[in-house]
């Protein structure tokens, strides 16, 4: 009862937002931007409470509007202090620390003014350097003029610009972009050069996270009226990044097979728990050996005897005694996952063979399958393996066995460093990413790997495109739908922040969403929020952010829009235009929590 009493409580919220539209006014939480000239320790006080940050580009977010004291301080600078007054979501101030003068005795001061009076005048020189930001504190590229004494100078596009070997003085930056406010600064350039972050008001695109009643003044400001040739698309998520035990309708096949893929990454877990790095050593096989494989009795209900039938560099296939199997296809898979496979997914770091058990499984449709527990003596087949269903076409079969194989790689890293958070979901992302590098799924193709579709997140009736409700991209229920989303996921952070990060996210004992932080330096949420847009954005063409876009393939289509109903799972999109209201039923939503809105504004 104190959880449904919880989430009825925003209810409320509901109530604020058509207030918002008729103007009930809400007390706001603002974002102050700081910048100083030198890396500092800051510090707002406000009502006895106070927070420090250090260095020189500083956010404060969510601080209630109204009036602070700002404190600076410096090594060698002197102390900074000044009143200030948040009047709106987005507040920059710049600040300027002055450094404390050298004393010198009088011998010291009559040789430097005795030297100064006998070298010759000299230009000195400086660099500036600019960085662009817009208002979600997202890197964007624009235009920048530089003048002084109202003379262009310089003219340079990007986002981070650097005006090298200027004449110190006063300049003039003019700072364009099309769809955003133009920018006009005053910067003093000294001979130690400066370096100056620039935010650029406007844009189509307006992220905001509200957690508490009063913040729906944030929503408040941001949502203007629409035009009539304009839409405004909503996307809603709300961030509890903590994994929840999915449930599974044990009469729906498809749940079924769910099941079965959750409990292997969850039994990954407890065996790394209970045996950790303490995995199978390799073994040697020839042609024609048989071997007896214990099989998941979710998946047979007996046992597989099986041949070796094809040996290549890497890999030994068995096939089930049972089953006739084309020997071009099984030739084919050697040759993919030694040219291929191992190469791309293991790069340069030397694997065992691994073993591939080729069957049928009659009982659920399963395409491929990895058991963890296959790893360790006494817990399964003591092999490097894994399954893969001998009656599937080439190019699906060759689908999961990199899918499958990614499974295996991610989880002997994992045994080795110990990690024992909940990684599924990133696990289940990179799997499914492997595919796509290996060249077997065309992200902008329709229907399924048979004729190399990604139908994971574009399927009509189980895609991610169109259930982007159903999907918390932490907990993986082992769906389709998940599946689609993880893969999107993957392949955005791998396009923004490169494979390294990957790496360091397999390699790491740490939670993954920790991993991620300490590399980009961003919260967690930032980054959701980010990939959330991008799932809208990256179809509007007049939106040229890389930021905001898929920079390997082309989305072929928007998600679903919802109705205006919001629960605490899944992202909602909802799109409105000038004859629409705003009516959004956030009753479910836990008081606790935190909703992370984006505002798309677009042509129709």
Known sequence: MNFLRKRIVLLSVVLSLLFILVGCKEDQLSTLTVKSNVKAEVTIFRSGESKTLVG??????????????????????????ESIVLKSSNEIKEIKLDKIPVVKDEATEEKDQA??????????KADLDLSLFDVNNNPLKAKVILKKEDKV??????????????NTGDYKVEVIREGYQKLVKDISLKEDGVEVPLYILGGQIKQLFVDKQNDI?????????????????????????S???PEFNLNNELDRLAKIEYDARARGIDLVKEYGDELIGNKVYTLGDEKEF????????ANVNATLEAVGQHIYVFVDNNKTVATEMVEQLVAEFDNVIYPKLTKDIAQSKVVVLLTDFKDVPVTGYFNPADLYRDQGNEERMFYLNSDRSINTLLTAAAHQYQHLLFFTDKAKVG??????????????????????????????STEKGNGWVYDKNYGYLNNTQKVDLLTHDGSLAFSGASSLFASYVLEQYGTELLDRIMNSSKDPIVVIEDYTNQEFSKIYMNWMTTNITDTINEIDNKLYKYNSFELQRMPKFAKQKINQKGIYYIKLDSNSSLNLDLST?????????????KKK
Do not use: H, M
Not at 56 to 62: I, S
Not at 589 to 601: A, F, M, N, P, Y
């Open 56 to 81: 020189e580009n500083l956010q404060f977010t969510e601080l209630p509007t109204g009036e602070y004291e700002l404190r600076a301080t410096a090594e060698g600078y002197k102390d900074y202090r």
């Open 115 to 124: 030297k100064d009076s006998q070298e010759k005048v000299e230009v000195i």
């Open 153 to 166: 100078i310089a003219r340079k596009e990007g986002q981070k610009l650097s005006f090298e070997d200027l």
């Open 217 to 241: 003044g944030k929503v408040k400001a941001a949502i203007k009226n629409i035009k009539a040739d304009e839409e405004l698309i909503l996307a809603l998520s709300y961030l509890d990044f």
């Open 243 to 245: 994994s929840e035990t």
């Open 294 to 301: 214990v099989v998941s009795k979710d998946l047979k209900k």
């Open 419 to 448: 990690r024992i958070f909940n990684d599924a979901w990133i696990d289940q992302a990179l799997a499914q990413l492997a595919p796509r590098v290996c060249g077997y799924i065309d992200y902008e193709k329709q229907g399924w």
């Open 589 to 601: 939503i836990d008081e606790s929590g935190k909703l992370g809105i984006v505002l798309i504004k």
